[in-house]
């Protein structure tokens, strides 16, 4: 510093444009090598600019700047990751699993705009099955690095995503804009994914299912220096808020997002019409292969930018859009064995083991069979080999077995007699398929409980993952739900893999957690039969939490929506003094359970208001956690059994089961039965 002062300002500004060159020659240097891949100079030559660049800013460090190529590497993250809000919402897309749905998704939009003659553009990209990302640059600087979180607030991983090569720390170009929100995909190619697994391995750590999972993990890492290892790479497409700069359509802001020094998605085209779409579809299915990340679909999107705003948008999704999933792939292997799971109101779920086997780039080893009527009805033995498919996020299921295939060794599958966790005798309820454990001090049930507790939908407590939960009850420390709230950082200190910081961060959080509105504290109960949206129903009848306790069966069991299977799940559950015990245990560690208000005038005047639905089947366009949510919004309620009450059943794919016990119920009361498109069209109110 002392040798900085004795210079002239007219040597300064030297200094200072050799590192403005060195900076810019750099930057064009890693666009080359990182976008391009197509570098014009040798690495040694690489090495020696930034060497250079280094020594002036040790010398001058006065003259460092964030967004120099030696600044990619930061300290390790304080006190996790802030989050802030995406100025303008990162929606999810409506999905489409066949080509006749992308011809009906193009009359929709020629419905709505009026004109069934109309010729529209697209553009098609391919779907790359990554973490979503976007990047804040001010001034052509980046600025931050938000993820998609649930769309309305994300996580700053600024730190981490300055580590990867391909994205540029400033932008390249004269026409840059003075704001740009730019979004994309943050992945791991699947070389580096390979290799990270076998180095995880070596060191005895658990390797990542797949390239995404790895992305994500690589993505939330502590020490940005962790994440610079993990070789990460980036594509955009799209943007959010872009100041300074006109685009007009899709066409431009892919051409605008590249001239500033960002890979874009491979092999996209502007294409007229739907059966040009159908025609480049086909076209990125079979070059999927040979993209360096994980690709399940499309993206279909309408180019023009001002049709875009007519359009406009749905309740989670463009209107403009939608993800083309390819078909879902099938493969055979084979059942190794035979596993049980017990969930935390005592079902047991049977569980194949299968020899592992990679599915659209995930390797699956495991592979849910319902229950016992599925696995006599498919006729599925221990030594089987089977067809396994696996949709998107859906988790994977045997369609069939293949008898041709057996050698005379296979094992029939057994019932249990009890149960895996706990050894109590398993019994079946009249009128239902799968075996339950009634002991409610089984570990399994008290582990998969906590589990529920904890999640986001209910007390929201992060860090407490299934590892820490799974050793805090086997160690005994957790018995119950309300031990959470007793729970000491010494406690948590005594697991392998939990360190000082971790510790105190899971302890803060769990006081954080201790206000919690009524419908979520019933809901976190894990009280069979209600679910987020009786939970709703209950709080907005009893208003506060000591009605709710001294709730009468009968009284709801008339509550219009909910019926006797409600009303005995919560009466069963009142009436145990353990119950009681625990609940009283969480207000005395200082829990306060909020009095239930209205909901807005908005919701209560939505387009489902007065509706019921209950729903059955898998849906295509969204999980149904998500449709419930949007009957909700929408001034509806949901119910996940079949009443006299109910208005709707909303049947999915129901895959080679043909009918479920939901759809035979409402057949025989008459209840309404719609299609997932329907449901759609009743929000829309067409």
């Not at 190619?189 to 750590?205: P, S, V, Y």
């Not at 119950?480 to 709230?485: A, H, P």
């Not at 145990?576 to 306060?592: F, H, P, T, Y």
Request: net charge neutral; hydrophobic share 40%.
């Amino acid at each position: 510093m002392g040798e900085a002062k004795e210079l002239s300002q007219e040597e300064i500004e030297k200094i200072k444009e050799e590192i403005e060159r060195l900076k810019k020659e750099i930057q064009y240097h890693d666009w080359r090598y990182y976008v391009l891949a197509d570098p014009v100079i040798s690495d040694a030559e690489y090495d020696k600019l930034v060497l250079r660049l280094r020594e002036l800013e040790e010398k001058y460090p006065f003259l460092r700047t964030p967004d120099s190529p030696t600044q990619r590497v930061g300290g390790k993250i304080e006190g996790g990751f802030p989050t802030f809000p995406h100025s303008i919402p990162m929606l999810s897309l409506d999905n489409a699993f066949s080509e006749e749905e992308l011809v009906e998704f193009e009359k929709r939009l020629k419905r709505f705009l009026g004109d069934e003659n109309l010729e529209i553009e697209y553009s098609v990209e391919p779907k790359v099955d990554g973490v979503s990302i976007e990047l804040i640059y001010e001034g052509g600087v980046l600025k931050r690095a938000l993820t998609r979180g649930d769309g309305y607030v994300g996580e700053d991983v600024t730190p981490n995503v300055r580590t990867i090569k391909s994205i540029p720390l400033r932008l390249l170009g004269d026409d840059i804009p003075f704001l740009l929100e730019i979004r994309g995909e943050i992945f791991m190619r699947r070389e580096d994914f390979e290799i990270l697994n076998r180095e995880l391995l070596k060191a005895g750590q658990k390797p990542f299912a797949n390239p995404r999972n790895a992305a994500a993990g690589s993505l939330k890492q502590i020490d940005p220096s962790e994440t610079a290892k993990r070789k990460l790479d980036a594509v955009f497409y799209a943007s959010g808020l872009i100041k300074g700069v006109e685009i007009k359509n899709q066409k431009e802001l892919l051409q605008k997002i590249f001239s500033w020094g960002f890979k874009v998605v491979p092999d996209w085209k502007i294409v007229k019409g739907i059966q040009e779409v159908i025609e480049h579809a086909r076209y990125i299915y079979g070059r999927r292969k040979d993209y360096p990340f994980e690709s399940d679909g499309v993206v279909v999107k309408v180019n023009d930018f001002r049709l875009r705003e007519i359009l406009g948008e749905k309740a989670k999704s463009p209107r403009w859009a939608i993800a083309y999933k390819f078909p879902a792939e099938e493969v055979t292997t084979r059942v190794l064995w035979v596993e049980f799971q017990v969930g935390r109101t005592g079902t047991v779920t049977p569980v194949a083991i299968l020899e592992p086997v990679r599915i659209s780039g995930v390797l699956v080893s495991r592979a849910t069979l319902h229950n016992f009527d599925e696995i006599r009805r498919k006729d599925i033995r221990i030594g089987d080999w089977v067809w396994v498919k696996r949709s998107g996020d859906v988790i994977p299921e045997i369609v069939k077995s293949i008898p041709e295939r057996r050698e005379g060794f296979e094992i029939e599958i057994e019932e249990p007699r009890n149960c895996p966790s706990c050894g109590s005798e398993l019994y079946k309820p009249q009128d239902e398929v799968a075996l339950r454990c009634p002991n409610m001090s089984c570990p399994a049930q008290i582990i998969e409980r906590i589990k529920h507790f904890v999640s986001r939908n209910a007390f929201d407590i992060e860090g407490l993952g299934e590892a820490i939960i799974t050793q805090l009850v086997t160690k005994g420390i957790v018995k119950d739900i309300s031990d959470i709230f007793f729970l000491r950082k010494i406690d948590l200190l005594k697991f392998w893999g939990i360190g000082d910081k971790l510790a105190s961060k899971i302890i803060d959080n769990i006081s954080k957690s201790k206000e919690i509105p009524l419908d979520k504290f019933i809901f976190a109960l894990g009280i069979r039969h209600v679910g987020e949206s009786v939970a709703k129903i209950l709080a907005k009848r009893f208003r506060t939490l000591d009605e709710f306790l001294t709730a009468n069966p009968k009284e709801i069991e008339t509550i219009y929506g909910l019926g006797p299977a409600v009303a005995q799940s919560v009466e069963k559950f009142l009436r145990d003094e353990k119950n009681i015990a625990s609940i009283k245990r969480m207000l005395q560690a200082g829990v306060k359970v909020l009095d239930y208000h209205e909901e807005s005038e908005q919701r209560k005047k939505g387009a489902l208001s007065g509706k019921t639905f209950v729903f059955t089947g898998t849906l295509k366009s969204m999980t149904r956690e998500e449709a419930k949510k949007l009957v909700i919004e929408n001034g509806g309620k949901v119910l996940d059994t079949i009443t006299s009450h109910v208005n709707f059943l909303v049947v999915g794919d129901l895959g080679d089961r043909g009918t479920t016990s939901k759809l035979e119920k409402a057949k025989k009361l008459g209840i309404k039965l719609i299609t997932e498109e329907e449901f759609l069209s009743m929000i829309k109110g067409s």
